[in-house]
């Protein structure tokens, strides 16, 4: 890169991608990907390409216009990613770096280290300083809340598209239907395949313990997942305490300050931040420090293109969440090898859209 590449314009796409295995949470059902694609061009003609999911695609209008007000004020501005966020920052004080502020930075970020990877030639895990690696991952499509039959059916196929390690949803009105839900999950896939359960903070601080418990008696669950209120640090801690088994959160961390807050708290034993709410690449980078300083196992949440990349510069890297929502607007999405996820060769984030899938699905 013989001069410093320029901010030309960045531009935004919404796709609505029908989901393969539609997924029911504690939280309602889930059919349908909606993805924000955001292009940043630069003058140089490199254009740096990421992406942003909502559980709605009714969101994806205020999203859209949030990333072009940034990439307005961005304009004629050099590809440097830490300044960028520095200046983003300072405008949105006022307001807030939190939610979909924070989103709407975090993709500009990626699109960034996309567009200086390319500049380079360099894939994004080399500019951090790592090599690329497949990394460990558990198969994170399906499992919902459903009856005993389909979860039996979905764990066995989950395991055959090449995994030793699924999530469950958990979460249903009535306790023993979560037991029953779990044990028929565990004598599906076996010893040998890892079992993590999540209940997208569906129960209170002390339904979370009482159900933590009788995980704990059941045995073979390597955590338990947001089992009340993200932001609730407190009661986390009071989770963590009386469970057993090791208690995950960092999805819903808002920056790595927030998750800053969660570690003070000791709200946790593993943590899992998500690019779009951590900062991007760069939020990343300050979050795994902070893993690294507490000794916690880091996984990612979601975005298996980005994280690929991500995890294997985090000193205490864990496991890959992957999901396959954004695979038919993809030319090339990451593959599945023995159980881990392979990144796609070549500079950047390795994202390219295919552009008749996009049209196809555009929202």
């Not at 349908?32 to 490199?46: E, N, Q, S, Y």
């Not at 970020?109 to 895990?125: E, F, I, K, N, T």
């Not at 779990?182 to 339904?207: W, Y």
Request: glycine share 10%.
């Amino acid at each position: 890169m013989k001069a410093a590449l320029k901010i030309q314009k960045i531009s935004v796409r919404a796709v609505a991608v029908p989901m393969r295995r539609p997924l029911v949470a504690s939280t309602g059902a889930i059919t349908v990907a909606p993805l924000l694609l955001v292009d940043l061009r630069t003058d140089g003609g490199i254009i740096g390409r990421a992406y942003l999911w909502t559980p709605g695609a009714h969101h994806l209008a205020p999203l859209a216009k949030l990333v072009e007000v940034m990439g307005q004020m961005l304009k004629g501005d050099a590809l440097a990613p830490f300044e960028i966020e520095k200046k983003l920052r300072a405008r949105y004080t006022l307001l807030g770096v939190h939610n979909i502020v924070l989103f709407a930075m975090s993709v500009i970020d990626m699109c960034a280290w996309d567009a200086l990877g390319q500049a380079l030639g360099q894939p994004v895990v080399r500019l951090l300083g790592g090599e690329p690696r497949p990394v460990m991952a558990y198969n994170s499509k399906g499992l919902g809340i459903q009856g005993v039959k389909s979860l039996v059916k979905e764990a066995e196929e989950l395991v055959a598209e090449g995994f030793s390690a699924v999530k469950l949803r958990l979460g249903r009105t009535v306790a023993a239907e979560d037991l029953e839900a779990l044990r028929a999950v565990k004598k599906a896939i076996g010893p040998k395949v890892t079992l993590m359960v999540d209940f997208n903070q569906a129960l209170t601080v002390a339904e979370a313990i009482r159900r933590g418990r009788m995980i704990d008696d059941e045995g073979g669950v390597l955590w338990i997942e947001e089992p009340i209120r993200a932001d609730d640090f407190a009661g986390c801690a009071k989770v963590a305490r009386e469970v057993a088994t090791p208690i995950q959160i960092g999805e819903n961390f808002m920056g790595p300050e927030q998750m800053a807050q969660a570690i003070a708290a000791g709200s946790c034993d593993y943590v899992m931040p998500d690019a779009q709410r951590i900062g991007g690449v760069t939020g990343w980078m300050r979050a795994a420090a902070l893993a690294q300083g507490a000794g916690l196992e880091m996984s990612s949440h979601l975005f298996p293109e980005a994280s690929v990349q991500l995890l294997p510069v985090t000193p205490t890297c864990h496991w890959l969440e992957y999901v396959d929502w954004a695979d038919p607007i993809l030319e090339e999405p990451v593959r599945i090898e023995n159980g881990r996820v392979t990144g796609v060769a070549g500079p950047g984030l390795g994202m390219k859209w295919n552009e008749k899938a996009v049209r196809k699905y555009a929202a």
